[in-house]
């Protein structure tokens, strides 16, 4: 009975580490989590971006399948304006803008708005254990899509689809 006792804990112990911690269902992700704008090094609370979908991309800019995940987002620009979707790509890496700044040009990404997180933050309260990690949320800050790893596109038009259909769908 206690060996039994001892593997289920030890079960319930391991999924704590490797399952995300997300807010409560209905609870609002865009509440008390600040970052850095890349462009102007000026703090904003995610609660700026409360009110539309929003994506939020965690990435390393040493990372091979987060830049093919931000020039994917650098086609989407477009569309994701005109379906009212903010785009959030975070980073950890706020004391290394220039290696930022650097990777976004290697790969030819001009027009997103880069963030950086600040620590403790939503990395380490998520915890984000794999990049590239994707969350989108709908218009009131609930996850509805989380993938960690290489970003599925067909995944991800599904996600959008149900928090902000194309104009006219």
């Given at each position: 009975?206690?060996?039994?006792?001892?593997?289920?804990?030890?079960?319930?112990?391991?999924?704590?580490?490797?399952?995300?911690?997300?807010?409560?269902?209905?609870?609002s992700?865009?509440?008390s989590?600040?970052?850095?704008?890349?462009?102007?090094?000026?703090?904003?609370?995610?609660?700026?971006?409360?009110?539309?979908?929003?994506?939020?991309?965690?990435?390393?800019?040493?990372?091979?399948?987060?830049?093919?995940?931000?020039?994917?987002?650098?086609?989407?620009?477009e569309?994701?304006?005109?379906?009212?979707?903010?785009?959030?790509?975070?980073?950890?890496?706020?004391?290394?803008?220039?290696?930022v700044?650097?990777?976004?040009?290697?790969?030819?990404?001009?027009?997103?708005?880069?963030?950086?997180?600040?620590m403790?933050?939503?990395?380490?309260?998520?915890?984000?254990?794999?990049?590239?990690?994707?969350?989108?949320?709908?218009?009131?800050?609930?996850?509805?899509?989380?993938e960690?790893g290489?970003?599925?596109?067909?995944?991800?038009?599904?996600?959008?689809?149900?928090?902000?259909?194309?104009?006219?769908?």
């Open positions: 009975m206690r060996r039994n006792l001892s593997a289920g804990l030890a079960v319930f112990l391991g999924m704590l580490l490797f399952f995300p911690l997300l807010p409560a269902r209905g609870a992700f865009f509440t989590y600040d970052v850095t704008r890349h462009s102007d090094g000026e703090d904003v609370s995610l609660e700026e971006f409360a009110g539309s979908p929003a994506i939020l991309v965690f990435f390393y800019p040493t990372c091979e399948d987060c830049k093919e995940g931000l020039q994917l987002f650098e086609e989407m620009r569309d994701l304006q005109n379906r009212g979707v903010t785009l959030l790509p975070i980073t950890k890496e706020r004391f290394n803008p220039r290696l700044s650097k990777t976004l040009q290697e790969i030819q990404v001009e027009h997103l708005e880069v963030y950086y997180d600040h403790p933050g939503l990395f380490d309260s998520l915890p984000v254990r794999s990049v590239p990690r994707l969350l989108v949320c709908d218009s009131s800050g609930t996850v509805v899509y989380d960690q290489p970003i599925a596109e067909l995944a991800l038009e599904e996600a959008l689809d149900r928090v902000a259909p194309r104009k006219g769908e």
